[in-house]
């Protein structure tokens, strides 16, 4: 598809913008220098994104995760029942004994902490080389680090798990046992 070439006054304005370039960026001068010359100067490449390769985890932890959640704080019975005929009271009451079965499940079995010291609603500095898996970015993203901010949230970060070991031939998918009463 051809294009029109720009207007007059398009072309001073770029005129005017690219002599600005040329002298307080180098590489750009350099650029339009190899144009000149003859030279095909394509578009700077895009840097490449950093593709870890995915790795195998195995699912029977998150499956016993789930049965002990269950387990203490009915969370499946939970969030599989159609709460919509309910009231805000009763469904608040349901959620406060969720809420402490799932709490007393993380304690027992995880040790968890901010991932981010400062309190939220705290301004911060991230430099060159910070933890990208562990702190993202929202909001305006432009440009290079240092970035500065505000917490919206501290994350959280487990450093220690202690799920207990299963027996040899554990069925991990049975998170609730049906119960049948006589």
């Not at 195998?56 to 704080?73: F, I, K, S, Y």
Request: aromatic share 6%; net charge negative; glycine share 6%.
């Amino acid at each position: 598809m051809a294009q029109t070439p720009p207007s007059f006054m398009r072309r001073l304005s770029l005129a005017f913008g690219a002599f600005f370039a040329i002298l307080s960026k180098p590489d750009f001068a350099a650029q339009v220098m190899r144009l000149r010359a003859g030279a095909d100067v394509a578009a700077p490449a895009a840097p490449a994104p950093d593709v870890r390769p995915l790795r195998e985890v195995p699912h029977e932890a998150a499956l016993q995760l789930l049965g002990m959640l269950q387990r203490e704080a009915r969370l499946i019975d939970f969030v599989e029942e159609d709460i919509a005929a309910y009231s805000d009271a009763d469904v608040g009451g349901a959620a406060r004994l969720v809420h402490a079965g799932c709490r007393k499940v993380m304690r027992e079995h995880f040790s968890i902490e901010p991932v981010c010291a400062d309190a939220e609603g705290s301004r911060v500095t991230l430099a060159d080389g910070f933890d990208a898996a562990a702190i993202r970015l929202t909001g305006n993203v432009v440009g290079k680090p240092p970035f500065t901010g505000t917490i919206s949230h501290r994350g959280w970060r487990v450093t220690d798990a202690r799920l207990p070991k299963l027996a040899e031939h554990h069925d991990a998918t049975i998170i609730a046992q049906a119960e049948v009463e006589l």
